[in-house]
């Protein structure tokens, strides 16, 4: 996470098997019981509306969409979740 990014509002959200995530307030998460976690933009998106999607198990995350907006995602050993928005995002107003 660049320095610009780590100072920008985040909320930090509980996913299923006690992995979390830290995300900009311009995103928000949805989920289901079943581990599958989805992250939109509230922001104008371009058309494209695609999602975030991944699968969240015990001992691993199985990534199923990585839009555009995404810069890249990681994982540590602690399971935490970080993704990194493109720079476009913060941009717009």
Do not use: C
């Not at 928000?28 to 699968?55: E, Y």
């Not at 969409?65 to 935490?80: G, N, Y």
């Amino acid at each position: 996470m660049t320095n610009e990014q780590k100072d920008r509002p985040t909320t930090q959200y509980l996913l299923p098997h006690g992995w979390t995530i830290n995300l900009s307030d311009k995103a928000d998460l949805l989920q289901n019981n079943d581990g599958k976690v989805a992250i939109i933009l509230k922001s104008r998106n371009f058309g494209d509306v695609s999602p975030v999607v991944f699968d969240v198990l015990e001992n691993s995350i199985h990534v199923q969409s990585l839009p555009h907006f995404a810069e890249r995602v990681s994982f540590t050993l602690d399971k935490e979740i970080e993704l990194v928005f493109n720079s476009f995002v913060y941009e717009q107003g």
